[in-house]
C-alpha cells in the first residue's frame, strides 16, 4: 500500500525555508573498535511528518520527517531519507530506459512492467548479477543521503513482488532489500522496512531496523508491525477515523495524518495533524 507516495519534485530542495539548508543535526554514534558505525535509530514515538510531496519547514514539535532523497534534510531534527528501490520515479523513466534497460522488468512479450497506480517501470531483481548492478544504483542514492546528512533510509516499493504478475519472487525482493540495508548500514544508517507485512517474520533476513508503515490502522495490520519492530513503528494514515483509532490503540507509535498527496502546507487540500 504505496497510496500516499508521491514523486518528490526535483526542486524540492529550493522551495524549502533556508534553515533548512543545514543537516540534521541527530547524534551520530561512534564506530566501534574501527567497524561500521553504530545505528541510531528515530526517537521512538517522537512527533512525525512526513513530506515526499514537498520539503517545508516541519510543524511546531515535530522530530522526525521522513523526505525525498533530493529533498534536504531539515535542521535540528531527525532526517529518514525516502528512496524508491523497486521501482522508476516518473521523472526518471529516461534514465532508466536510456542508460540501464536491461534492468527494467519486461514481461512475456517483450514489454515493460508498469506499477499501474503510478506509472512507474518495475526494476528487475530477478538475478544475482541484475541485483547486484541495481544495489550499485540504488546503493549510490543511499551515499547521497548519507552524504546530505540524513539519519536513516526508507526503501520504498518492496511489496513490488506482489504487482509483478509473477515475474519477480518474495525470495528475491527479500534478497535485493538486504543488499541495501547492507549498503546503509556500512554507512552508519538504520533502514526501514516499508509496508510489506507479509514478510514481517523476514526481517532478520532483510537486515531491516525500524518500519513506515502506511494505513495500518485502516487495514488492521500495527499489531503485526509492532510484534517484530516494538515501538519502532512510524505510522502514516490519510483519513481522520483511521489517524483517530491508531491514536487511541497504538499510543506507544509515532503516527500522522497527511493528505493523500502530502502536500505542503497552503496548498489546497493538504492536511497534517499527529499524536
Known sequence: MDSGREDASSDAAT?????????????????????????????????????????????????????????????GIYNICYVNGFQTQPHERAFWTSEHDDLLLRDAGGDYVVDPDWDELILDVTTEEKRAALAAIVGGWIDGCADDGFDAIEIDNLDTYARSGGLVTQDQAVAFMRLLSDRAHARGLPIAQKNSTEVLARRVEMGTDFAVAEECNRYDECGDYTAVYGDQVYVIEYRRRDFDAGCRDFPELSTVLRDLQLRGPGAAGYVYDGC
Do not use: F, I, K
Open 15 to 75: 522551495a524549502e525555508d533556508a534553515s533548512t539548508d543545514d543537516a540534521s543535526t541527530a547524534p551520530e554514534d561512534a564506530a566501534v573498535d574501527g567497524g561500521p558505525p553504530a545505528l541510531s535509530l528515530p526517537p521512538a514515538n517522537g512527533a512525525l511528518d512526513y513530506q515526499l510531496g514537498d520539503a517545508y519547514p516541519p510543524p511546531d514539535g515535530v522530530v522526525v520527517v521522513s523526505r525525498d532523497r533530493e529533498a534536504r534534510p531539515a535542521a
